[in-house]
Nanobody, 118 residues
Framework: QVQLVESGGGLVQAGGSLRLSCAVS????????AGWFRQNPGKEREFVAS?????????DYADSVKGRFTISRDNAKTTMYLQMNSLKPEDTAIYYC??????????WGQGTQVTVSS
């Protein structure tokens, strides 16, 4: 069974940085598009960033994080990252990594809490 394990969350002051990691137990991870999402209690999960699988690296970001967050992957380590800079209190959420199989993200991690204090 494929597992996704996030790490790197924590408490940081506004303007600070965090780097999230997502270890994926899938040897063919390099073939799959993967992404980061976030959610706060009572709100819908929202898209943060994605990175395509295969030989062409292509990324996409939510407008709210463009220029501050960077998604990347190390296929040899089957791990994905989210570098978060210039963090704002509104970035506070549980962050989830996910892998897309076909047209849907159907493999999810358990989430890691990110809290940004003002």
């Amino acid at each position: 069974q494929v597992q996704l394990v996030e790490s790197g969350g924590g408490l940081v002051q506004a303007g600070g940085s965090l780097r999230l990691s997502c270890a994926v137990s899938l040897p063919t991870f390099w073939l799959y598009t993967a992404g980061w999402f976030r959610q706060n209690p009572g709100k819908e999960r929202e898209f943060v960033a994605s990175i395509r699988g295969g030989n062409v690296i292509s990324t996409d970001y939510a407008d709210s994080v463009k220029g501050r967050f960077t998604i990347s992957r190390d296929n040899a380590k089957t791990t994905m990252y989210l570098q978060m800079n210039s963090l704002k209190p509104e970035d506070t959420a549980i962050y989830y990594c996910a892998v897309r199989d076909g047209s849907r993200y159907n493999l999810w991690g358990q989430g890691t809490q990110v809290t940004v204090s003002s």
